[in-house]
């Protein structure tokens, strides 16, 4: 089929495509989801497993045998290492990377729900983390030289709450918190004297400190379910708390007979964030798949702005990490090097061409791009720094089909040909090479749709983008570029053949040359 003799015979059906392509593709530009790297599926898990005071073999032998027990019987799983010290076990679980993780990472928190009644007494977890391949995206700060952790807390809780309301927002996690906690301190001459121990006196209190079921109330109308009130709610409560009974004059022993209580935050803390020295509590904002890093921006920043009135005059709200901001940047800065490359073969096309062919293969590189961004959606790509490397590798070679078919269109109007002939056959003549080397340029890069895992994953956008680029160009080349050769590249005279040129000449005696010295 003559793809340019029907382009010719349907330029309004053309034009009409290329305008709807155009628009499709500046509309998938401002709406395509924008990153900063390519989403990762991780699809290894850690479990978190401690056990306080507890030797690495008992911890071994009790707790990290037990849950890999349970976790073998998962039929994606592919690898599973172990990692056990004092107090702690570590399990590693790597499952299938084609396997749905969402499922499977649930149906691993369901075992070790089951393998949690074998543990034992004092184990806390295990705990799951499974949100490796998650990135940070933004960072907000709240600081102030006089607000207590506990008032930073109180504010960050309610920021969170306005900013998991966004539909960009996927989670929200709290940095630098600190722990509330009851010290109960006293000497150990105390002990000594009341003959019991520091771990002895931490069961009894918890084991006041436990809510029990004590059964249900039957009534005619319902049933009501009545539950002890032995947890702690007051620092009383804990001083009064009864640790023993003397034997002899049937005194109780109260806690605060021994020990002082307080309630303070932990020491030393387990987190701890500081912004321009001051103490603070941040904000870590992750997107929500599939959605643009740029809008997640504007939406968080138009959220924060809202309720920045809201805080106190003496705290603080700052942005720390803006990924939002670099991912736009970063897609400015290929736009100006896209077009600067545009530039740059416009003029040298220009210098080796003349302007008119000039003109017509410059068409042909940014609707090759649009043309890509436009499928790019279809094929779940996303724009990010790989596939922005695909697109600048591709740069050069997207005008290469353009410029041969321009230049043996030229050679039949040099012939003397109508415009519209010599489009149709200059086309029609190289349109089966210009396939087989788009095709040769394209399968050079398809190996690495082979790599498989992360590493396949990181990269896959690379020949995705490299391959729709190459072929919207060979479409470009056989349709549009003869039409547009046949308006604006003007008739040759015909002229008498004068010979072979000065660089003809050179370039058959070096052939020649070669080919006597074909061996060598």
Not at 195 to 212: C, G, K, Q, Y
Not at 420 to 435: R, S, V
Not at 477 to 494: E, H, S
Request: glycine share 6%.
């Amino acid at each position: 089929m003559n793809l340019a003799a029907f382009s010719l015979r349907n330029k309004p059906l053309l034009w009409l495509l290329v305008l709807a392509v155009t628009a499709w593709g500046i509309y998938n530009y401002n709406t395509i989801s924008r990153r900063e790297d390519p989403e990762i599926k991780i699809s290894v898990a850690l479990v978190i497993t401690i056990w306080p005071g507890k030797g690495a073999e008992d911890v071994e032998r009790l707790v990290t045998r037990k849950l890999e027990d349970s976790i073998e019987k998962m039929g994606s799983l592919r690898e599973l290492k172990s990692t056990t010290r004092e107090n702690v076990s570590l399990i590693f679980v790597d499952i299938d990377f084609n396997a749905d993780t969402d499922l499977e990472w649930q149906k691993l928190r369901n075992r070790l729900d089951e393998a949690r009644d074998d543990l034992p007494d004092g184990v806390i977890g295990p705990m799951v983390m499974d949100d490796f391949g998650d990135v940070t995206a933004m960072v907000w700060s709240l600081r102030s030289k006089t607000a207590t952790p506990h008032e930073l807390k109180y504010w960050a809780e309610r920021l969170k709450a306005e900013l998991k309301t966004l539909d960009t927002v996927g989670k929200v996690n709290l940095l630098g918190e600190q722990e509330e906690v009851i010290y109960i301190e006293g000497p150990l001459d105390s002990f000594t004297m009341y003959h019991f121990s520091p771990l002895t006196a931490s069961r009894i209190l918890d084991a006041i400190n436990v809510n029990l079921p004590a059964g249900y109330l039957r009534t005619p109308e319902r049933n009501l379910r009545l539950d002890t009130t032995g947890s702690f709610s007051l620092l009383d409560e804990i001083r009064n708390a009864v640790l023993d009974v003397s034997t002899q004059t049937g005194t109780p022993l109260r806690v605060r007979d021994v020990f002082s209580v307080r309630q303070a935050y932990r020491e030393p803390p387990g987190s701890l964030m500081l912004t321009n020295g001051d103490p603070a509590i941040g904000l870590d904002l992750r997107m929500q798949r599939g959605s643009n890093v740029v809008e997640m921006g504007q939406q968080v920043k138009a959220a924060v702005e809202a309720f920045r009135p809201q805080l106190p005059s003496h705290i603080q709200l700052e942005l720390v990490h803006d990924q939002p901001r670099e991912v736009d940047e970063f897609i400015g800065t290929f736009m100006d090097n896209l077009f600067e490359g545009l530039l740059i073969v416009i003029v040298v096309m220009f210098l080796m061409m003349g302007l008119r062919p000039t003109l017509i293969v410059a068409v042909s590189l940014p609707l090759s791009i649009i043309a890509t961004v436009a499928l790019m959606p279809t094929f779940d790509l996303v724009l990010e720094q790989v596939s922005i490397a695909a697109f600048i590798i591709a740069l050069g070679m997207l005008v290469d089909n353009a410029i041969i078919v321009v230049d043996n269109i030229a050679v039949h109007l040099d012939r003397g040909e109508e415009p519209a002939k010599a489009a149709c056959k200059g086309t029609q003549e190289l349109m089966f090479p210009i396939l087989t080397g788009t095709l040769a340029t394209v399968i050079a890069f398809l190996p690495l749709r082979l790599l498989e895992d992360e590493i396949g994953a990181y990269v896959r956008s690379l020949p995705l983008v490299i391959t729709i680029s190459m072929l919207a160009s060979f479409v470009l080349a056989v349709t549009i570029t003869p039409v547009l050769a046949a308006v604006f590249q003007r008739r040759g005279k015909p002229r008498k053949h004068a010979g072979p040129g000065p660089v003809a000449r050179a370039y058959a005696a070096a052939l020649r040359g070669g080919l006597r010295l074909r061996y060598v």
